[in-house]
């Protein structure tokens, strides 16, 4: 059990591993327990190797992009394009970008639990590079999402299309490692009930929420939190722990902080931690109530159609009936269906009546009480809910 939620952010500068100057692991954990809530300086491959092996739920990298900026851009009006030019965004070659890219890499992958996911962000600079690289190192790709700005930086020069999307590689530790979380229903629920797809259409982080440091921008590359938001809602769970290894303003531990998750922030430069702590430090935690979220099918305990008739909720010889009462079959001793010309379960049943290649049998049947249709999946919850 993870301990409660510590609503004071506390940051450990110079956290690395005491004396260690090489970047090989450290052979003892210099972290017994995990630093919850805090903001560890250094470099992120030395950090993850002194964290407890499989020890977080969830990592959101956002690492440097190797952009190759070249020279100043401007505007038509001359006026000065604040572009990423910044120091930890360049390497001296492609091999040595590939090289950090897998030493990171490899170090997520020790300390992600099995049921863990990795969510890196990047863009055509580098993203085919890091997903080839995670798929050696073994990491299964579930989805990529395609962030779509809706406000991207147009192409100054007009001499390509406007870059305006990055992609986010969803993945978890392998082919056979499949017990991760995904919340399915809440992110269907949060989209007005339509199944979310793998395009994401938000804008970049502007206006209030773009932090400032005398009058220019904080950090060259803060995310937006609404992409943080869809990204933690959708695969963690309260009190998880999610750990950054490339934290820069802190967008993803004020999220989390949020949504009652635990962050773990690394970071190399102490500007970007002060800003960080800073912004954190203001954020109101969501109430438990806020936070509950529709539970994933997934998680919820199996319960069979032949259950809701051993304990008499529906007796052999009970009617069906699908929905505006167009198909109807009878339900017999054994939990299957019998109709005019069709026999099996709920499911193949629904499908035969219908002419289609699968059906819900849950979300399709009803019975009759007092001349109402109740669906048999509301029964089913009633299962589940004393089985809790
Ligand atoms: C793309 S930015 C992350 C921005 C962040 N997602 C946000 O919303 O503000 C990458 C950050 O990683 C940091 N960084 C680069 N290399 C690092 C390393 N080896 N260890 C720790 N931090 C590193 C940089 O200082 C920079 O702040």
């Given at each position: 059990m993870i301990p409660p939620m510590k609503q004071k952010t506390?940051?450990?500068?110079?956290?690395?591993?005491?004396?260690?100057?090489?970047?090989?692991?450290?052979?003892?954990?210099?972290?017994?327990t995990l630093p919850l809530d805090q903001i560890l300086m250094g470099d992120c491959i030395e950090l993850m190797n002194s964290l407890p092996e499989k020890s977080v739920d969830v990592i959101f990298a956002d690492p440097p992009y190797n952009m190759q900026l070249k020279g100043d851009l401007h505007r038509p009006d001359n006026s000065h394009v604040d572009a990423v030019?910044?120091?930890?965004?360049?390497?001296?070659?492609?091999?040595?970008?590939?090289?950090?890219?897998r030493d990171w890499l490899v170090a997520a992958r020790r300390v992600l639990k099995d049921?863990?996911?990795?969510?890196?962000?990047?863009?055509?600079?580098?993203?085919?590079?890091v997903g080839s690289i995670l798929q050696d190192i073994g990491y299964w790709v579930l989805n990529d999402i395609i962030w779509r700005k809706t406000n991207p930086m147009p192409n100054f020069r007009g001499t390509r299309f406007t870059n305006a999307h990055e992609t986010l590689l969803w993945c978890n530790k392998g082919e056979g490692f499949n017990k991760y979380t995904f919340n399915y229903e809440a992110m269907k629920a949060f989209n007005d009930d339509v199944q979310m797809r793998s395009d994401w259409l938000l804008p970049i982080c502007s206006g209030g929420e773009r932090l400032k440091v005398n009058g220019h921008k904080g950090h060259s590359t803060q995310k937006p939190e609404a992409l943080l938001y869809r990204v933690l809602l959708s695969s963690t769970n309260k009190g998880d722990v999610v750990l950054d290894p490339f934290?820069?303003?802190?967008?993803?531990?004020?999220?989390?902080k949020k949504l009652g998750r635990h962050y773990i922030g690394l970071e190399r430069e102490e500007k970007y931690i002060s800003l960080a702590s800073d912004r954190i430090k203001q954020i109101e935690p969501l109430g438990d109530d806020a936070i509950e979220i529709t539970p994933a099918k997934r998680s919820l305990p199996r319960v069979a159609f032949g259950t809701l008739i051993e304990n008499g909720m529906i007796k052999p010889g009970t009617i069906l009936y699908g929905p505006s009462k167009r198909h109807v079959a009878k339900v017999r001793a054994d939990g299957t269906l019998i109709s005019a010309d069709s026999k099996g379960s709920i499911h193949q049943v629904g499908a035969q009546l219908q002419g289609a290649p699968s059906c819900n049998g849950w979300t399709f049947w009803n019975i009759e009480v007092n001349d109402n249709l109740v669906s048999i999946d509301n029964l089913r919850a009633e299962v589940r809910a004393l089985m809790n």
């Open positions: 506390n940051i450990k500068l110079k956290a690395r591993p005491q004396g260690r100057t090489t970047k090989s692991a450290p052979k003892d954990s210099a972290y017994k030019n910044d120091k930890w965004d360049q390497f001296s070659s492609f091999e040595v970008y590939d090289k950090f890219s049921n863990g996911t990795l969510w890196v962000i990047g863009s055509y600079h580098n993203i085919y590079r934290f820069g303003s802190g967008t993803t531990g004020a999220v989390a």
